[in-house]
């Protein structure tokens, strides 16, 4: 029956052979005859009907038999479809029940990733609050006069905040990655002043052991490109310093090359042609130990470590690696290592960006690129090929004519065999010959007694400049950047003013007499915290009120108009967001310029502070430089133009009082109009401006003794501290020809030898007894009117 689709018919079941072994049963139930069918569907049976006669035996007829197949197959079919029906409910019911579980397994993520990121930036902002305090108050311990101990005690301390500091920020940036909270920036950028801002920042820790940075920028690397700077200097910086750990002696090199992409798209009519896009190559290389090639599965796993034994050498989280990986990956490139043991590592990684748009391009020509530089011939001497190959390769596209030589032999051979040369740079470390020796060697061949001359030294081995050499000669420190090595070659090759030693960025003053005063307002709940800005400030020449929440700034600017506020964003009664919300809505016609001061620094933190209507964005811990910058950009907004000077809506300054001694030699050491202006900016309190003078000059003695101590026992580093330190005391009080002579000594501690100081601060001491006099007299004359 189950094999087919026709009836089984059986009018008598004790006589039907098929039924034998079954007749017991229809006894017991009395059935006498069967008509039996399959129900099916697509061939397949689903059931079965049965109909049995029980009183009698009986004849199926034809019809009967017909309308029993008939209704099994509408059966069949129904069964099929209720089965269907019932298997789809229970498909339904199943998906209903998963899709409940994902969407509460989705919540319950959502709720542990946002107590996760809430966790990570409660945590940095409580890590981050005292370590402003630590690292400020380091900053600040630096620049007062100290024993050569406790100098090395401080600096220890603050290299153990920065350390600290730096463990936060790569949990945090790998917090954010593994979030997938990162959104990277589309920005124009430099490669070039990608690579020299990442060596700048560690050129002075590879000085530390002795390590050569050089880096080559390949001319074909097109200018500007369209990227993250931040990111990719975030994965400089990770993988030069890594290579600096893990070197004891020799080089790290930086090498930069690109390769254009095929562009995905044909340009067609009415169309602009596709943005070219550019893979960037970097390799970072190092002589230091290599590492085991079976560990280097270990390298770019977070929180893993190439010697994870307890008796290891390098500290460090583990991070560095695994963040560079990660941020190559978003940038459309990736990252691997060669390296053999004993044999140094090489680093490479690659990124995917675009060329820079039109809009982005500069429309008037780079000063660097001018051809004042061409056809004039560079004899170059440099033993690292790196930094041989970069400084060729910029000589040449400044129409230069370069003859590269790695050894002083090479070198003198050059010159006696060749054309005379417009200029040469001579790198100080050389296989052969002191670099010095080299340079006095050339200035003594035929025709090259003027040759200019630019000495290449290692920043912590700035060494004078020989007498012999002294004229038409300067130096760089290694690796020279591009800017820095055109302006050297321009000043010096067309005899413009010579410098005798690098040029500098201009310093921050602490007290330009120029510098028109702000009103500042300090909102900071932490009293470390209130500290360091303020003596920040007052390094910078400012001074500054302080309340503790966002009510009582409210209640500050009901009573006084202040330009700048230093608003921390997370403060009791009232945080700085909802602050600034008021000062906003109550104060939109003489609103001051907000400044966020937080210690908050995850994704978004500076686009809330920024929408609420603050200005700028400062993250703790607070660095000098970084105030600085920010204070600079509300001077300009305040003040366009300097104390003296008629400007829009600020009159020129009151007459200052008759002097009461206007010698000429007075005069000239001391300016008092500045102490005059000192007097008006303390509020015209003659009283705090004697107590100045008072402390002057009880100290000055001291450290001009402490500064004599320095330089007999050649401790270069505190004739430099105590030089700044009465640099910005004397410019505060007026002082400027002894601030000058200060600032002269502070330039000069960490490029010269001791002696050389010599007469500098001989000079100082002398123009102290007159100087002294003349604040004496000022200080007499006020207590006489008093």
């Not at 009698?56 to 079919?77: S, Y």
């Not at 993520?109 to 609050?129: G, P, Y």
């Not at 796993?301 to 963040?323: C, N």
Request: with cysteine.
């Amino acid at each position: 029956m189950l094999a087919q689709d026709q009836a089984i018919v059986s009018p008598n079941i004790y006589s039907d052979p098929l039924l034998h072994s079954m007749v017991p049963l229809c006894e017991r139930y009395s059935i006498k005859s069967m008509l039996a069918v399959r129900t099916s569907y697509q061939g397949e049976p689903n059931g079965a009907i049965c109909l049995h006669q029980c009183d009698r035996v009986r004849q199926w007829t034809e019809d009967e038999i017909e309308l029993i197949e008939a209704v099994a197959a509408q059966a069949g079919i129904a069964l099929a479809q209720a089965n269907l029906l019932e298997q789809e409910q229970r498909q339904r019911r199943e998906l209903i029940l998963k899709n409940t579980a994902l969407e509460q397994t989705k919540q319950e993520a959502e709720i542990a990733n946002q107590a996760k990121s809430d966790f990570l930036a409660t945590m940095s902002h409580e890590i981050r609050t005292p370590m402003n305090g630590v690292i400020g108050m380091t900053t600040l311990l630096l620049d007062t006069p100290l024993t050569p101990q406790q100098r090395d005690l401080v600096e220890t301390l603050r290299t153990s905040g920065d350390t600290l500091l730096a463990i936060v920020n790569d949990v945090l940036d790998f917090s954010k990655i593994e979030a997938c909270s990162i959104e990277l920036e589309e920005t124009p950028f430099d490669v070039r002043q990608s690579v020299e801002t990442a060596i700048d920042l560690l050129a002075s820790k590879a000085a530390d052991k002795n390590l050569e940075l050089a880096y080559f920028v390949d001319a074909a690397v097109p200018t500007p490109l369209v990227g993250d700077p931040t990111r990719l200097h975030q994965i400089l910086v990770n993988l030069i310093s890594n290579a600096i750990k893990f070197t004891d002696a020799g080089e790290v090199n930086i090498s930069v090359v690109a390769r254009r992409l095929r562009s995905d798209t044909t340009p067609t009519a009415g169309h602009l042609q596709p943005q070219s896009r550019y893979a960037i190559r970097f390799t970072v290389s190092d002589t230091g130990m290599g590492i085991p090639s079976e560990r280097l599965d270990r390298l770019f796993k977070p929180f893993s470590q190439v010697d994870s034994s307890i008796s290891r050498v390098y500290g460090g989280t583990g991070l560095g690696l695994a963040i560079s990986q990660r941020l190559t990956e978003m940038m459309g490139g990736r990252i691997w290592v060669e390296s053999e043991q004993g044999q140094g590592s090489k680093f490479y990684f690659s990124i995917v960006v675009n060329a820079s748009p039109p809009e982005f391009q500069p429309h008037s020509p780079d000063p660097i690129s001018q051809g004042n530089l061409a056809g004039l011939r560079l004899l170059l001497v440099v033993n690292n090929t790196f930094n041989r190959h970069n400084l060729t390769s910029l000589a040449r596209s400044w129409g230069m004519v370069v003859q590269p030589m790695s050894s002083g032999a090479a070198a003198l051979d050059s010159v006696r065999s060749h054309a005379p040369f417009d200029g040469a740079l001579v790198d100080t470390q050389l296989p052969d010959i002191d670099g010095l020796e080299l340079a006095i060697a050339l200035r003594q061949q035929p025709s090259c007694e003027a040759l200019p001359l630019i000495l290449l030294t290692p920043i912590n081995r700035r060494s004078f400049i020989h007498k012999r050499i002294q004229q038409r000669s300067c130096y760089l420190t290694k690796p020279v950047k591009q800017s820095q090595f055109h302006e050297a070659l321009t000043n010096l090759l067309h005899q413009a003013e010579p410098s005798t030693i690098e040029k500098t960025l201009e310093e921050v003053n602490p007290h330009l007499p120029s510098r028109p005063p702000l009103s500042i307002l300090i909102a900071e709940d932490n009293i470390v915290n209130q500290k360091v800005l303020l003596q920040l400030l007052q390094r910078l020449g400012y001074e500054a009120d302080v309340v503790s929440n966002g009510t009582e700034v409210l209640s500050a600017l009901s009573v006084k108009s202040y330009e700048v506020i230093l608003m921390d964003v997370q403060m009791p009664e009232m945080d700085g967001i909802t602050a600034t919300h008021h000062i906003c809505r109550h104060w939109m016609a003489n609103r001051p310029y907000i400044i966020a001061v937080t210690a908050s620094v995850m994704q978004g933190d500076r686009d809330c502070c920024l929408k609420a209507g603050m200005n700028d964005y400062l993250s703790k811990p607070i660095r000098f430089e970084e105030l600085a910058q920010a204070l600079k950009k509300c001077q300009s907004r305040y003040h366009p133009y300097p104390l003296g000077l008629d400007s829009p809506g600020r009159s020129l300054p009151a007459e200052a009082p008759a002097a009461v001694d206007s010698s000429a030699a007075r005069r000239d050491l001391l300016d008092e109009r500045r102490i005059q202006e000192l007097a008006a900016e303390l509020g015209n309190d003659h009283s705090i401006l004697m107590e100045l003078l008072d402390c002057y000059l009880t100290e000055t003695p001291q450290m001009l003794h402490t500064l004599q101590t320095a330089l007999e026992h050649q401790d270069l580093t505190t004739i430099k501290s105590i030089a700044h330190t009465l640099k910005s005391s004397s410019a505060l009080l007026g002082a400027v020809s002894f601030a000058e002579g200060c600032k002269q000594i502070e330039r000069l501690a960490d490029r010269v030898v001791p002696s050389a100081l010599q007469p500098l601060i001989a000079d100082l001491l002398a123009t102290y007894e007159p100087l002294k006099q003349a604040m004496r007299a000022i200080v007499e004359a006020e207590r006489t009117v008093e």
